[in-house]
Each structure stands twice: as C-alpha cells, then as structure tokens.
C-alpha cells in the first residue's frame, strides 16, 4: 500500500512541479511529435494534460477542445482526483461534471476495469446518473455520502490497483489521434 501512494503522490508533485514551471516557461506552441518523443512515458500525458488545461482554461472552456482531446483530458482529471481524494472528491469538484462521460472515455481508450469502476461509483445517483450541474451534484453527494462512502471507497481502492495501464493507453490513444493533437 506504502508503494501505491508513494507513486500516486509522485504524479501529483509532478504534475504540480510541471504546472509551475510550465507557467514560468509558457510555450506559445505545442508540438505533439516533440512531446511524444519525451523519454519518461508519464511525463508525455503530464505535457500534454499541461496544454489541454491551458487551451480550455482549466475545464471551464472544455468546449474549445476537440473530440480526442476531452478524452484525455477528462480521464487525467479523473485520475487527479482519485488519487488525490477518492471518488468523493472527484464528484464535489468541476471534474464531476464529465463523469458519465468519462465511462465512454476510458471505453474509447479500452481502459474497460477503470470504466466498470467508474460505473460502479456512479450507480449511488439515482439512475447510476450523476447530476452534471455542480451544485446540484454537490447536493446530491450530500444526500447520498454517507451510503455511498462504503462503495466509494472500495472503488477508490479498486481504482489504485491500476489493473488498467492507463499512461500506456492513452499514449496508444493520442498516438491513433495524433493529428486531433495537433495546432
């Protein structure tokens, strides 16, 4: 369990450290080849999630990016959340927002145990539906959190196994749509 966290709490001060020098050496272009090219295979997802937070603003514009690439995007955020808070977390705050939709990403990057873990979170809403506005999901959580945290925490716990390689799969992912990576 001491491993698990420890690699969890390294790609978040990762992705921290790389948000802050990303901000003090804002590039004005993103060259998908470049970053592909990176020889630490997380630290692809982290440049490339880096960019797509910026392009949409942080998730408030999410609208600004294309197909593939709230696909990416709204996996990390799921990701981030997780290992930063559980399933809990990850619906009070903006991320909640995309968690339907966030069944059909892993689907399309063929992440399908991340997916069913999701789909077993979500199933505390009514209708295994989760309110994609944020005060009403907040709401919600507030009815249902102290049934739900049982569930929700063994889905946490299922979620830090990573039966999924979800870097590998999205890397295979933006490599299958690279040109939607592309400005």
Not at 49 to 69: S, T
Not at 165 to 179: A, D, Q, R, Y
Request: some cysteine; glycine content about 4%; aromatic content about 10%.
């Amino acid at each position: 369990m001491y491993q698990l966290i420890s690699k969890t709490m390294k790609k978040v001060l990762l992705f921290t450290v790389s948000i802050f020098f990303s901000c003090l050496h804002s590039q004005n272009n993103f060259d998908i080849d470049t970053t592909l090219k990176t020889e630490r295979r997380d630290q692809i997802i982290t440049k490339i999630d880096i960019y797509l937070n910026k392009k949409c603003n942080y998730g408030q514009n999410i609208g600004k990016l294309n197909d593939a690439q709230r696909v990416l995007l709204i996996i990390e955020n799921l990701e981030r959340e997780i290992n930063n808070g559980g399933f809990h977390q990850f619906y009070i705050n903006p991320s909640g927002n995309y968690a339907n939709e966030t069944i059909d990403a892993l689907t399309r990057i063929g992440a399908l145990k991340t997916a069913k873990i999701v789909r077993i979170a979500n199933s505390e809403f009514k209708n295994g539906l989760v309110p994609t506005d944020r005060g009403q999901r907040f709401s919600e959580v507030q009815k249902i959190a102290q049934k739900a945290e049982k569930n929700w925490s063994k889905c946490n716990l299922d979620f830090y196994e990573y039966e999924d390689n979800l870097t590998e799969l999205l890397i295979s992912f933006v490599i299958e749509h690279k040109n939607d990576f592309r400005e």
